[in-house]
Each structure stands twice: as C-alpha cells, then as structure tokens.
C-alpha cells in the first residue's frame, strides 16, 4: 500500500475532530428528538448526506458503480446501517441518555471481537478476555444505580443492544465491499439504501405530524450538526485516518467517543455524573482499549 506523508498532526487531528463529531451527535440527537420522530430525523439525514456524498464524488470524479453481483451485498450492508442501526440507536436514544447510548455503542469492537471468533475462529487472548470483563463491568456501573434499579428503560438498553448486533453485522458484510469498492462510495450508496427503507416509514407513520412541528433555530441548527459534522466531515476523516495509521490504530480513538459525550451531556443537558458512573466510562474505554490494543501487539509481532 503506498505510503502518504502526512504530518501525524494533521492525522491524529482529523481523527480526534471525527470522535468528537460523533461524540457530540448524541446529544444532537437528543434535542432534536424533542421535536421529531427518530424515523423523521434519520431519514431527511440519510437523504441529505447521501445527497452530499453524491455530489461531492460526482465532482471529484470519484464515484464508482456498483456491479450487478453486488447489489445484494450492498443492500444487506445499507439495511443493517443505517436503516436498522440508526432505528435501534435513534430509540435507544429516546429511552436512555446520551452517555449511555454512547458507551454501550462503544463496545461494538468487542462484539465484533466474539463474532470473529464465532464465525472465523479468532483466538482470544488473555488480554481480549480481560479487556472484555472490564468494559462489561463498567457497562453495568453505568447502567445500573444504587438501589440496583436501571438507569435507562429496558426497552431503551434492548434497542441499544439491537444497535451493537447490527453494526457488528454490518462490519462482517462491509469487509466484503471494502475490498472492491473506495469507502465514500459505500456509503454514499448506503446512505442510499437507508433513505429509500426509511421513506414509507416516514409517509406512513410520520408525516402528518411533520408537516405542522414549525421549524425554529434549535431544531435546524442541531439537524445541520448531524448533517454536516457527523454525516458528512466525521466520516471522512476517520476514513483519512483509517487509510494513514490503519485499522487497528485508528480504531482506538473510537474509544473517547463517550468521554466527549460525557462532556457535551453535562454542559449542554445539564446531565449529571457521579463518582461511579465515571469510573464506569473509564472502566468501558480501558477495556475496549485492552481488546485493541491485543491486536495491534499481535499484528506488530507477526
């Protein structure tokens, strides 16, 4: 693979400003669903970023077309995300927190991790097992409070847990397409895909109440954030990153997505943190971190 001559910088910087897109986007979220249906919200932004995407590889001349044989594929990858991701992420939102939504999200490596070895018989290391134990705990420090009740709806933790099935189900399939399509592309037709499937969702369910919500600065203002910032820049920096560093290195800046939800949650949400729940974010992060960092040591000593 040829090497590009970035200055780590501008690397890692375009990295970190991809977490903190997404990172704040749940928040964004969260307001505009004081508004809108999630069905609403995801489908004008799956409309508009494909729209985006479309254009902007139509300009630069690098949009591909898909071949026939990979319809299929294509369909399955844009059903899991974003049609069913952002359907189960969207709810998940709506009966949790920001930083629940985040954290459990987060552990979408860790799944991809058990479904590797479930489905390729990838050994795991000591290592793997440990960082899994760890970002499990820290799960259940912050989903669950004192008196032992719940901190976030059951159906809001079952949607969540619906979220992670389908994203690492889309990993799996876009693994597939990575090796024959450019990454904007992908998703750019994914994007595609998930605007048509959620359109009769949106007629049938949504509509006549979309048409008499008004508009007003916070609900544009916070939709242009998701359409913009986390749809369309958070993407290809991380994409940029991903091609620079590689996989495994790049994935590890994943890890602080939920910090900077913590972060936007309390000044803007006016959420509030105990002493357990940080530690429970921390527990989260360090272990995701410990299931990465076991395959970065095993590529680097292979």
Not at 74 to 79: E, K, M, N, V
Not at 197 to 210: E, S, Y
Not at 237 to 259: K, M, Y
Not at 276 to 287: E, N, R, S
Request: hydrophobic share 55%; with cysteine.
């Amino acid at each position: 693979m040829k090497q590009h001559q970035y200055s780590p910088i501008i690397v890692y910087g375009a990295l970190i400003l991809a977490m903190f897109f997404w990172g704040f986007s749940y928040v964004c979220s969260t307001i505009v669903f004081k508004y809108w249906t999630p069905i609403t919200a995801i489908f004008i932004r799956s409309v508009c970023c494909s729209v985006i995407l479309f254009s902007a590889l139509k300009i630069t001349k690098k949009l591909e077309i898909i071949k026939r044989k990979d319809f299929g594929l294509l369909l399955l990858s844009g059903s899991l995300c974003p049609f069913l991701y952002f359907i189960f992420e969207g709810y998940g939102l709506l009966y949790s927190t920001p930083t629940i939504c985040s954290v459990i999200v987060s552990t979408i490596p860790i799944f991809s991790a058990i479904g590797a070895f479930l489905m390729f018989h990838e050994k795991l290391s000591t290592i793997n097992k440990i960082g899994m134990f760890v970002s499990f705990v820290g799960v259940l420090f912050i989903v669950v409070n004192k008196d032992y009740s719940l901190a976030a709806q059951p159906i809001g933790l079952l949607f969540l847990t619906l979220c992670v099935l389908s994203s690492v189900g889309h990993i799996l399939v876009l693994n597939k397409l990575c090796s024959k399509y450019n990454p904007f592309t992908i998703v750019a037709y994914e994007d595609l895909v998930g605007a048509l499937l959620f359109m009769p969702l949106f007629f049938i369910f949504d509509f006549k109440t979309f048409i008499h919500i008004p508009l007003n600065s916070e609900l544009v203002v916070m939709m242009l954030m998701l359409i913009i910032f986390a749809g369309s820049l958070a993407f290809p920096f991380h994409a940029f990153g991903l091609r620079e560093i590689g996989v495994s290195r790049s994935n590890v800046f994943t890890n602080i997505i939920p910090a900077f939800t913590a972060v936007a949650s309390f000044l803007f949400l006016n959420e509030t943190f105990t002493w357990v729940k940080i530690i429970g974010i921390a527990l989260v992060i360090g272990g995701v971190t410990l299931v990465q960092l076991r395959n970065q040591l095993k590529k680097h000593h292979s």
